[in-house]
Protein backbone atom coordinates (compact mmCIF):
# COMPACT_ATOMS: atom_id res chain seq x y z
CA UNK A 1 0.00 0.00 0.00
CA UNK A 2 1.18 3.60 -0.75
CA UNK A 3 2.05 5.64 2.47
CA UNK A 4 -0.31 8.04 1.37
CA UNK A 5 -4.47 7.98 -0.04
CA UNK A 6 -5.99 11.53 -1.54
CA UNK A 7 -9.44 11.95 -0.28
CA UNK A 8 -11.59 15.20 -0.68
CA UNK A 9 -10.55 17.77 2.29
CA UNK A 10 -12.72 18.46 4.80
CA UNK A 11 -14.86 21.20 4.94
CA UNK A 12 -16.05 23.35 7.97
CA UNK A 13 -19.87 24.71 7.16
CA UNK A 14 -19.64 27.07 10.62
CA UNK A 15 -16.90 28.97 11.82
CA UNK A 16 -16.41 32.09 14.38
CA UNK A 17 -12.76 32.32 13.96
CA UNK A 18 -12.31 34.93 16.68
CA UNK A 19 -13.53 32.29 19.27
CA UNK A 20 -10.52 30.89 19.27
CA UNK A 21 -9.48 32.97 21.84
CA UNK A 22 -12.03 31.89 24.40
CA UNK A 23 -10.83 28.22 24.41
CA UNK A 24 -9.52 27.57 28.31
CA UNK A 25 -10.77 30.41 29.53
CA UNK A 26 -13.15 30.25 32.59
CA UNK A 27 -16.20 30.55 30.16
CA UNK A 28 -18.97 30.91 32.27
CA UNK A 29 -21.78 28.18 33.96
CA UNK A 30 -23.61 28.17 31.18
CA UNK A 31 -24.27 29.22 27.21
CA UNK A 32 -25.54 32.38 28.12
CA UNK A 33 -22.83 33.49 30.79
CA UNK A 34 -20.22 32.32 28.03
CA UNK A 35 -22.10 34.69 25.01
CA UNK A 36 -21.24 37.65 27.36
CA UNK A 37 -17.63 36.26 27.13
CA UNK A 38 -17.57 36.36 23.59
CA UNK A 39 -19.12 39.69 23.59
CA UNK A 40 -16.65 41.42 25.14
CA UNK A 41 -14.18 39.50 23.01
CA UNK A 42 -16.16 40.67 20.00
CA UNK A 43 -16.38 44.33 21.08
CA UNK A 44 -12.22 44.48 21.10
CA UNK A 45 -11.60 43.27 17.48
CA UNK A 46 -9.83 45.34 14.25
CA UNK A 47 -9.16 44.95 10.97
CA UNK A 48 -6.20 44.42 11.44
CA UNK A 49 -6.55 41.79 14.51
CA UNK A 50 -8.85 39.71 12.38
CA UNK A 51 -6.59 39.80 9.26
CA UNK A 52 -3.75 38.62 11.51
CA UNK A 53 -5.59 35.85 13.87
CA UNK A 54 -7.82 34.44 11.27
CA UNK A 55 -5.06 33.79 9.14
CA UNK A 56 -3.38 32.00 12.36
CA UNK A 57 -6.70 29.91 12.86
CA UNK A 58 -7.12 28.89 9.27
CA UNK A 59 -3.84 27.52 9.10
CA UNK A 60 -4.45 25.36 11.80
CA UNK A 61 -7.98 24.14 10.05
CA UNK A 62 -5.70 23.69 6.93
CA UNK A 63 -2.98 21.82 8.44
CA UNK A 64 -6.42 19.58 10.22
CA UNK A 65 -7.14 18.57 7.18
CA UNK A 66 -10.34 21.83 6.15
CA UNK A 67 -9.30 23.11 2.86
CA UNK A 68 -12.78 25.43 2.76
CA UNK A 69 -14.44 27.31 5.72
CA UNK A 70 -17.83 29.05 6.51
CA UNK A 71 -17.14 31.85 8.42
CA UNK A 72 -20.26 32.93 10.20
CA UNK A 73 -18.79 36.79 10.04
CA UNK A 74 -20.88 39.26 12.27
CA UNK A 75 -17.76 41.82 13.41
CA UNK A 76 -18.20 44.67 10.96
CA UNK A 77 -17.96 44.79 7.20
CA UNK A 78 -14.14 45.80 7.28
CA UNK A 79 -13.68 42.98 9.15
CA UNK A 80 -15.13 40.93 6.84
CA UNK A 81 -12.66 41.68 4.09
CA UNK A 82 -9.94 41.24 6.54
CA UNK A 83 -11.17 37.57 6.91
CA UNK A 84 -11.29 37.58 3.27
CA UNK A 85 -7.65 38.05 3.25
CA UNK A 86 -7.34 36.10 5.71
CA UNK A 87 -8.50 32.95 4.19
CA UNK A 88 -6.53 33.80 1.29
CA UNK A 89 -3.08 33.61 3.03
CA UNK A 90 -3.87 30.69 4.86
CA UNK A 91 -4.67 28.96 1.58
CA UNK A 92 -8.46 27.95 2.05
CA UNK A 93 -11.24 28.00 -0.10
CA UNK A 94 -13.61 31.06 2.21
CA UNK A 95 -17.04 31.29 1.61
CA UNK A 96 -18.28 34.20 3.75
CA UNK A 97 -21.58 33.91 5.56
CA UNK A 98 -22.35 37.38 6.02
CA UNK A 99 -24.65 38.32 9.05
CA UNK A 100 -27.65 40.07 9.04
CA UNK A 101 -28.06 41.16 12.54
CA UNK A 102 -31.17 43.37 13.12
CA UNK A 103 -31.15 44.01 17.15
CA UNK A 104 -29.95 42.81 19.88
CA UNK A 105 -26.33 41.63 20.06
CA UNK A 106 -23.62 44.60 19.84
CA UNK A 107 -23.82 47.97 18.10
CA UNK A 108 -20.69 46.64 15.57
CA UNK A 109 -23.14 43.79 15.05
CA UNK A 110 -25.84 45.40 13.24
CA UNK A 111 -27.09 47.18 10.12
CA UNK A 112 -29.42 50.46 9.82
CA UNK A 113 -31.89 48.21 7.83
CA UNK A 114 -32.28 44.95 5.81
CA UNK A 115 -31.51 46.77 2.68
CA UNK A 116 -28.18 48.11 4.20
CA UNK A 117 -26.86 44.77 5.02
CA UNK A 118 -27.91 43.87 1.68
CA UNK A 119 -26.02 46.39 0.46
CA UNK A 120 -22.87 45.66 2.07
CA UNK A 121 -23.28 42.07 0.75
CA UNK A 122 -23.51 43.14 -2.72
CA UNK A 123 -20.37 45.34 -2.45
CA UNK A 124 -18.57 42.24 -1.19
CA UNK A 125 -19.66 40.11 -3.69
CA UNK A 126 -19.13 42.99 -6.29
CA UNK A 127 -15.44 42.75 -4.92
CA UNK A 128 -15.02 38.98 -5.85
CA UNK A 129 -16.02 37.12 -2.19
CA UNK A 130 -17.84 33.88 -2.00
CA UNK A 131 -20.70 34.60 0.22
CA UNK A 132 -23.25 33.44 1.88
CA UNK A 133 -27.08 35.02 3.37
CA UNK A 134 -27.17 34.47 6.80
CA UNK A 135 -29.30 35.55 9.24
CA UNK A 136 -27.89 35.31 12.52
CA UNK A 137 -30.79 34.43 14.18
CA UNK A 138 -34.44 34.61 14.85
CA UNK A 139 -33.61 36.45 18.33
CA UNK A 140 -31.54 39.38 15.85
CA UNK A 141 -33.26 39.38 12.93
CA UNK A 142 -37.35 40.18 12.78
CA UNK A 143 -39.73 38.64 10.97
CA UNK A 144 -39.79 41.13 7.74
CA UNK A 145 -35.73 40.72 7.85
CA UNK A 146 -36.11 37.05 7.62
CA UNK A 147 -38.73 37.68 4.81
CA UNK A 148 -36.68 39.67 2.81
CA UNK A 149 -33.43 37.87 3.49
CA UNK A 150 -35.50 34.54 2.15
CA UNK A 151 -36.42 35.94 -1.52
CA UNK A 152 -33.12 37.27 -1.69
CA UNK A 153 -31.26 34.48 -1.24
CA UNK A 154 -33.66 32.32 -3.67
CA UNK A 155 -33.52 34.87 -6.17
CA UNK A 156 -29.77 34.98 -6.03
CA UNK A 157 -29.19 31.25 -5.54
CA UNK A 158 -27.03 31.96 -2.44
CA UNK A 159 -26.64 29.99 0.35
CA UNK A 160 -28.42 30.84 3.67
CA UNK A 161 -26.95 30.02 6.74
CA UNK A 162 -28.86 30.43 10.54
CA UNK A 163 -28.77 29.59 13.94
CA UNK A 164 -31.70 27.58 15.05
CA UNK A 165 -32.98 25.62 17.87
CA UNK A 166 -29.61 25.42 19.55
CA UNK A 167 -30.44 26.33 22.91
CA UNK A 168 -34.41 26.42 25.10
CA UNK A 169 -34.38 30.06 25.81
CA UNK A 170 -34.34 30.54 22.35
CA UNK A 171 -36.88 28.86 21.51
CA UNK A 172 -39.26 30.27 24.77
CA UNK A 173 -38.61 33.34 23.11
CA UNK A 174 -39.46 33.32 19.76
CA UNK A 175 -42.76 31.07 20.33
CA UNK A 176 -43.47 34.31 22.97
CA UNK A 177 -43.26 36.62 20.06
CA UNK A 178 -44.44 34.64 17.37
CA UNK A 179 -46.22 31.66 18.34
CA UNK A 180 -43.76 29.75 16.58
CA UNK A 181 -40.94 27.71 17.09
CA UNK A 182 -37.76 29.12 15.27
CA UNK A 183 -37.79 26.39 12.22
CA UNK A 184 -41.59 26.87 11.88
CA UNK A 185 -40.62 30.56 11.16
CA UNK A 186 -37.78 30.21 9.10
CA UNK A 187 -40.47 28.29 6.49
CA UNK A 188 -43.25 30.56 7.37
CA UNK A 189 -40.39 33.61 6.07
CA UNK A 190 -39.55 31.82 3.06
CA UNK A 191 -35.97 31.17 4.78
CA UNK A 192 -36.25 26.80 4.26
CA UNK A 193 -35.46 26.28 0.79
CA UNK A 194 -32.61 23.11 -0.35
CA UNK A 195 -30.35 26.19 0.13
CA UNK A 196 -30.66 26.32 3.90
CA UNK A 197 -28.30 25.29 6.72
CA UNK A 198 -29.70 25.16 10.43
CA UNK A 199 -27.10 25.56 12.66
CA UNK A 200 -27.39 23.24 15.71
CA UNK A 201 -31.08 22.17 15.61
CA UNK A 202 -30.28 20.29 18.76
CA UNK A 203 -33.64 21.21 20.54
CA UNK A 204 -35.48 20.91 17.18
CA UNK A 205 -39.05 18.87 17.64
CA UNK A 206 -40.58 16.67 15.45
CA UNK A 207 -42.78 19.16 13.20
CA UNK A 208 -39.37 21.24 12.75
CA UNK A 209 -37.53 18.45 11.46
CA UNK A 210 -40.54 17.39 9.64
CA UNK A 211 -40.11 20.92 8.30
CA UNK A 212 -36.31 20.64 7.24
CA UNK A 213 -36.93 17.05 5.55
CA UNK A 214 -39.82 18.34 3.66
CA UNK A 215 -37.58 21.84 2.81
CA UNK A 216 -34.69 19.54 1.53
CA UNK A 217 -32.61 21.95 4.06
CA UNK A 218 -29.42 20.73 5.39
CA UNK A 219 -28.22 20.75 9.40
CA UNK A 220 -24.48 21.91 10.39
CA UNK A 221 -24.01 20.20 13.34
CA UNK A 222 -20.61 21.39 15.64
CA UNK A 223 -20.47 18.59 18.46
CA UNK A 224 -17.34 19.31 19.97
CA UNK A 225 -18.44 23.27 20.90
CA UNK A 226 -22.46 21.90 21.51
CA UNK A 227 -20.54 19.97 24.10
CA UNK A 228 -18.77 22.55 25.30
CA UNK A 229 -21.48 25.02 25.72
CA UNK A 230 -24.15 22.48 26.80
CA UNK A 231 -25.85 22.72 23.76
CA UNK A 232 -27.47 19.33 24.53
CA UNK A 233 -27.21 16.18 21.44
CA UNK A 234 -28.51 16.67 18.37
CA UNK A 235 -31.66 13.84 17.20
CA UNK A 236 -28.96 12.51 15.07
CA UNK A 237 -30.85 9.40 14.35
CA UNK A 238 -34.04 11.34 13.63
CA UNK A 239 -32.65 13.92 11.20
CA UNK A 240 -31.29 10.23 9.12
CA UNK A 241 -34.70 8.83 9.30
CA UNK A 242 -36.05 12.03 7.54
CA UNK A 243 -33.24 12.30 4.61
CA UNK A 244 -32.01 15.71 6.23
CA UNK A 245 -28.52 16.33 5.11
CA UNK A 246 -25.74 16.65 7.67
CA UNK A 247 -22.49 18.63 7.62
CA UNK A 248 -19.88 19.91 10.75
CA UNK A 249 -18.80 22.78 11.51
CA UNK A 250 -15.90 23.82 13.85
CA UNK A 251 -18.10 26.73 15.21
CA UNK A 252 -16.46 28.43 18.38
CA UNK A 253 -12.92 26.80 17.51
CA UNK A 254 -12.73 25.34 21.03
CA UNK A 255 -10.93 22.29 19.03
CA UNK A 256 -10.05 22.22 15.68
CA UNK A 257 -10.19 18.74 14.24
CA UNK A 258 -12.87 17.17 11.56
CA UNK A 259 -12.17 13.75 12.74
CA UNK A 260 -13.24 14.95 15.91
CA UNK A 261 -16.04 16.43 15.21
CA UNK A 262 -17.23 13.01 12.78
CA UNK A 263 -16.67 10.67 15.80
CA UNK A 264 -18.24 13.00 18.44
CA UNK A 265 -21.48 12.83 15.86
CA UNK A 266 -21.50 9.12 15.11
CA UNK A 267 -21.05 8.74 19.23
CA UNK A 268 -24.07 10.68 19.08
CA UNK A 269 -26.11 8.57 16.88
CA UNK A 270 -24.77 4.92 18.55
CA UNK A 271 -25.68 6.17 22.47
CA UNK A 272 -29.41 7.49 21.38
CA UNK A 273 -30.05 4.27 18.78
CA UNK A 274 -27.93 1.45 21.27
CA UNK A 275 -26.45 0.07 18.32
CA UNK A 276 -22.89 0.97 16.51
CA UNK A 277 -24.23 0.70 12.74
CA UNK A 278 -26.01 4.00 12.71
CA UNK A 279 -23.90 5.54 10.20
CA UNK A 280 -21.19 4.14 7.49
CA UNK A 281 -17.66 5.73 6.74
CA UNK A 282 -18.88 6.36 3.70
CA UNK A 283 -21.53 8.59 4.93
CA UNK A 284 -19.61 10.07 7.85
CA UNK A 285 -17.01 11.14 4.96
CA UNK A 286 -19.50 12.97 2.89
CA UNK A 287 -20.88 14.58 6.05
CA UNK A 288 -17.38 16.12 6.72
CA UNK A 289 -16.78 17.04 2.59
CA UNK A 290 -19.55 16.65 -0.06
CA UNK A 291 -22.33 17.98 2.61
CA UNK A 292 -20.28 20.80 3.65
CA UNK A 293 -19.48 22.06 0.31
CA UNK A 294 -22.67 21.68 -0.66
CA UNK A 295 -24.16 23.54 2.33
CA UNK A 296 -21.57 26.33 0.81
CA UNK A 297 -22.18 26.23 -2.41
CA UNK A 298 -18.83 24.87 -3.44
CA UNK A 299 -18.75 22.69 -6.64
CA UNK A 300 -14.60 22.01 -6.20
CA UNK A 301 -12.27 22.29 -2.91
CA UNK A 302 -8.64 21.10 -2.82
CA UNK A 303 -7.78 17.75 -1.36
CA UNK A 304 -5.46 16.27 1.52
CA UNK A 305 -3.01 13.41 1.74
CA UNK A 306 -3.46 10.73 4.72
CA UNK A 307 -0.04 9.80 5.87
CA UNK A 308 -0.90 5.92 6.19
CA UNK A 309 2.40 5.15 7.82
CA UNK A 310 1.45 7.25 10.53
CA UNK A 311 1.65 5.39 13.83
CA UNK A 312 -2.21 5.88 14.43
CA UNK A 313 -2.53 4.05 11.33
CA UNK A 314 0.30 1.68 10.61
CA UNK A 315 -0.81 -1.70 10.73
CA UNK A 316 -4.56 -1.29 10.13
CA UNK A 317 -6.20 -3.04 6.87
CA UNK A 318 -8.69 -0.54 6.68
CA UNK A 319 -7.13 2.89 6.94
CA UNK A 320 -10.55 4.77 6.00
CA UNK A 321 -12.58 3.31 8.85
CA UNK A 322 -9.17 3.52 11.04
CA UNK A 323 -9.41 7.02 10.22
CA UNK A 324 -13.49 7.57 11.64
CA UNK A 325 -13.12 5.62 14.07
CA UNK A 326 -9.73 6.20 15.97
CA UNK A 327 -7.21 8.90 14.43
CA UNK A 328 -6.87 12.85 14.88
CA UNK A 329 -5.67 15.50 12.37
CA UNK A 330 -2.39 14.39 12.84
CA UNK A 331 -2.54 12.22 10.35
CA UNK A 332 -3.45 14.76 7.73
CA UNK A 333 -0.26 16.06 5.57
Known amino acids: MADGIQIPGFVNAHSHAFQRALRGRTEGADFWAWRDLMLDLARGQTPGHVRTE ?173 ANLGDGFLPVERLLHRGIGLCIGSDSNVRIDPLEELRELDGIARRQAGRRDVLTVDALLSMGADEGAASLGLETWPEIEIDVSHPQLRGVDEPLCALVASCTADVVR
Open 54 to 226: YAAVYREMRDAGYTAVGEFHYLGHREAQAALEAGAEAGVELVLLYVAYGRGGLDRFRQASVADYLHQLEELRAGGARVGVAPHSVRACPRDWLEELGRYAAAEGLPLHVHADEQPREIEECVAEHGLRPIELLAETGCLTPLTTIVHATHADGRELDLLGQACARVCACPTTE
